[in-house]
T-cell receptor, first 116, second 112 residues
Framework: GENVEQHPSTLSVQEGDSAVIKCTYS??????FPWYKQELGKGPQLIID?????GEKKDQRIAVTLNKTAKHFSLHITETQPEDSAVYFC???????????????FGRGTSLIVHP | DGGITQSPKYLFRKEGQNVTLSCEQN?????MYWYRQDPGQGLRLIYY???????QKGDIAEGYSVSREKKESFPLTVTSAQKNPTAFYLC???????????FGQGTRLTVV
C-alpha cells in the first residue's frame, strides 16, 4: 500500500518568514495530493490540493509543488502570520483501479509555529 | 448549512464498556471514514465506507465496529476489545476518495 513520509515534524519560524513542508510517497499510481490544516481541538480542513497532471498550484500565500518522478510534493507558505500556526497534514491517493486501496494515506503531520 | 457533525465532543467511559461515537453528514457524500489521531501518529484509518450497507477495514480496525445503514450516518463503536481506546476520533466524508475530505470537529474519548 501507499506510504507517506512527512518532514519536518515541527517547524518554528518568525512572522514574515517562509515555511516549507515536504512529503514523499511510495505508490507511483498516486494521483491526488491534498494538504490539510488542523487547528487545536478541531478537525482538519483542506487548504490546497494538486493532481498529478500539474506540477505547481498557488493560492495567495500558499503553493504546492509536485515532482512525480521523484515522488515528492511540498507545501510552501510565504509571509507567515501567527494565525498560520497549526498542524499541517499531507496525503496521497492512488488512482482507482490501480490495484490496492485508493483511500488517502496521510503523513504524520507538521506542527508549524509562527512567532510574532 | 451543509456539513459533518460528530457528537459528543468529549466522552468519558469506564474500562470494559462499549461506547458509540456518532457521525452525521448532510453533504450527500457517498464515502465516509473514521480516523484515530494520537500525538505524533498522524491520522490512522479505522474503517471506511463507500456506499450504504458496505464498509471496509482500515489499518487499525481491531477493537472497533461500524455500520452504514443510511447514507448520512456512519457510527463507530469502540468495544472493550480495543486495548488503548483513549484518543481523538475524527469522522470525514467525501464525494469520492480522490476528492476533498470534509472532517467533523472530532470526539475526544477518555477511558478511565
Amino acid at each position: 500500500g501507499e506510504n507517506v513520509e512527512q518532514h519536518p515534524s515541527t517547524l518554528s519560524v518568525q512572522e514574515g518568514d517562509s515555511a516549507v513542508i515536504k512529503c514523499t510517497y511510495s505508490d507511483s499510481a498516486s494521483n491526488y495530493f491534498p494538504w490539510y490544516k488542523q487547528e487545536l481541538g478541531k478537525g482538519p480542513q483542506l487548504i490546497i490540493d494538486i493532481r498529478s497532471n500539474v506540477g505547481e498550484k498557488k493560492d495567495q500565500r500558499i503553493a504546492v509543488t509536485l515532482n512525480k518522478t521523484a515522488k515528492h510534493f511540498s507545501l510552501h507558505i510565504t509571509e507567515t502570520q501567527p494565525e498560520d500556526s497549526a498542524v499541517y497534514f499531507c496525503a496521497a491517493s492512488p488512482t482507482r483501479g490501480s490495484g490496492g486501496s485508493y483511500i488517502p494515506t496521510f503523513g504524520r503531520g507538521t506542527s508549524l509555529i509562527v512567532h510574532p | 448549512d451543509g456539513g459533518i457533525t460528530q457528537s459528543p465532543k468529549y466522552l468519558f467511559r469506564k474500562e470494559g464498556q462499549n461506547v458509540t461515537l456518532s457521525c452525521e453528514q448532510n453533504l450527500n457524500h457517498d464515502a465516509m471514514y473514521w480516523y484515530r489521531q494520537d500525538p505524533g501518529q498522524g491520522l490512522r484509518l479505522i474503517y471506511y465506507s463507500q456506499i450504504v450497507n458496505d464498509f471496509q477495514k482500515g489499518d487499525i480496525a481491531e477493537g472497533y465496529s461500524v455500520s452504514r445503514e443510511k447514507k448520512e450516518s456512519f457510527p463507530l463503536t469502540v468495544t472493550s476489545a480495543q486495548k488503548n481506546p483513549t484518543a481523538f476520533y475524527l469522522c470525514a466524508s467525501s464525494i469520492d476518495p480522490e476528492d476533498e475530505a470534509f472532517f467533523g470537529q472530532g470526539t475526544r474519548l477518555t477511558v478511565v
